[in-house]
């Protein structure tokens, strides 16, 4: 496998290390899990949905019929794309569950810490209804301006972009903001997972399984009339 050189996740704007230091609000912990992690993750959140509600309102006061208003709404686009890997991510956090519970072989159950698997599903099940919403929020303005078949396909073709930005967040640890600071880098471990036979498989399996994430939560998630 292709080995690229994240130095930058050594430095401060890496999340890794951010919340490292003797903050008092750096040791409010869950078993250990620290609560600002989470405040963080959803946080980062609101972030592609801010950046959405931005470009309705833009198209709704503007109509997109000027230079500005099209650069601008353009602009905000690319930032939504950029964070919207962030809603999704919280998702890969259940990984935690293996700092918790170290068994012995595979029937085993760590009595003291069972309750942490509904902590991570919980935390995670938020993760997916905000991907599923904020997607919509976008796929839903397309339709009404575009047509309905055209915010269909965007939204095929929005999901590879999205698995990919997961996976280099996860993986990689790359943040949102740092496409702008390295951006050679950032172009580099882009490349590795076109040309690196194991990186490219995880984006693949990925991608299938956000697409089955993200219909299924339009299907359990959709609202019921009374």
């Given amino acids: 496998m292709i080995e690229l050189h994240s130095y930058f996740n050594r430095s401060w704007t890496s999340v890794d290390n951010m919340f490292q230091g003797d903050h ?67 998702v890969s956090d259940v990984r935690h569950l293996a700092n ?44 009404d301006v575009y047509g309905q078949l055209l915010a269909e396909v965007w939204c095929v073709l929005l999901m590879p972009f999205v698995s990919l930005g997961f996976l280099l967040g996860l993986v990689q640890r790359w943040n949102s903001w740092e496409a702008f600071m390295y951006p050679l880098n950032l172009k580099a471990d882009i490349v590795s997972y076109t040309n690196d036979v194991h990186r490219f498989t995880n984006w ?20 019921r009339n009374s």
């Fill in 100 to 143: 918790y519970c170290e068994v012995a072989n595979k029937f085993s159950v760590c009595e003291q810490n069972v309750w942490m698997i509904l902590f991570f599903y919980v935390y995670a099940t938020i993760g997916w209804v905000s991907f599923v919403y904020i997607v919509n929020q976008l796929k839903n303005f397309i339709a």
């Fill in 24 to 90: 008092w609000y750096y040791n409010i912990r869950i078993n250990d899990y620290q609560l600002i992690t989470i405040a963080w993750n959803l946080g980062l959140i609101l972030v592609p949905w801010f950046f959405g509600w931005v470009i309705i309102m833009l198209y709704r006061r503007t109509g997109l019929a000027t230079w500005w208003a099209k650069i601008f709404g353009l602009v905000l686009f690319l930032f939504w794309l950029l964070f919207i890997p962030n809603a999704i991510y919280v």
């Fill in 204 to 223: 693949l399996i990925f991608t299938i399984f956000l697409y089955i994430l993200y219909w299924s939560g339009n299907v359990i998630f959709r609202p």
